[in-house]
T-cell receptor, first 113, second 113 residues
């Protein structure tokens, strides 16, 4: 049982390049989330998907887009990377309808130069 | 939106002593308060959570208390051990189909042997 799996684990981008972070969960959870973690700022919600077919903005959505491909997969896309997007990105999933907690992936460390 | 403040940002204790981390929240509608532990380079993992219909919850050496009137909640770790050293995050959210967590900024706990 892998839980929440993110790819890649590390990435270096040049300013202006684009990339997609992938996330997949095998726990049959309805909801999925993308957070970014910056030093001294905790985790901030970028986008979330309450259920398959829906996505909504979180606290810091600017510069990002998401796709809920199916119930298992939720991707995060940076169309034109900026140095301010250097961060550690975490995907998470949950099913609060049955009271489960949020389970996190192992994170993607992204550096934009 | 919700705002969660966490104190202290760093905490050092001697092995065997107790540690207390405090959080305040702004949205009186919040009713779910989890605590996550994050070891260096690892993903956040839930250690304990509390819902607004209870004032205290305990799990072995870890306890959480909630004061809804004052809008604050605290994590208590007794008989600390070196393996308790990590960053601890509090969070708050409202019940719903997609529970979006608002995190505090984190507390770096160091347990000195």
């Amino acid at each position: 049982n892998a839980g929440v799996t993110q790819t890649p684990k590390f990435q270096v981008l040049k300013t202006g390049q684009s990339m997609t972070l992938q996330c997949a969960q095998d726990m049959n959870h309805n909801s999925m989330y993308w957070y970014r973690q910056d030093p001294g700022m905790g985790l901030r919600l970028i986008y979330y998907s309450a259920s398959e077919g829906t996505t909504d903005k979180g606290e810091v959505p600017n510069g990002y887009n998401v796709s809920r491909l199916n119930k298992r997969e939720f991707s995060l896309r940076l169309e034109s990377a900026a140095p301010s997007q250097t961060s550690v990105y975490f995907c998470a999933s949950s099913d609060y309808s049955i009271g489960t907690e949020a389970f996190f992936g192992q994170g993607t460390r992204l550096t934009v130069v | 939106g919700e705002n969660v403040e966490q104190h202290p940002s760093t905490l050092s204790v001697q092995e065997g002593d107790s540690a207390v981390i405090k959080c305040t929240y702004s949205d009186s509608a919040s009713n779910y308060f989890p605590w996550y532990k994050q070891e260096l380079g690892k993903r956040p993992q839930l250690i304990i959570d509390i819902r607004s219909n209870v004032g205290e919850k305990k799990d072995q050496r870890i306890a959480v208390t909630l004061n809804k009137t004052a809008k604050h909640f605290s994590l208590h770790i007794t008989e600390t051990q070196p393996e308790d050293s990590a960053v601890y995050f509090c969070a708050a959210s409202k019940m719903g189909s997609a529970r979006q967590l608002t995190f505090g900024s984190g507390t770096q706990l160091t347990v000195l042997p």
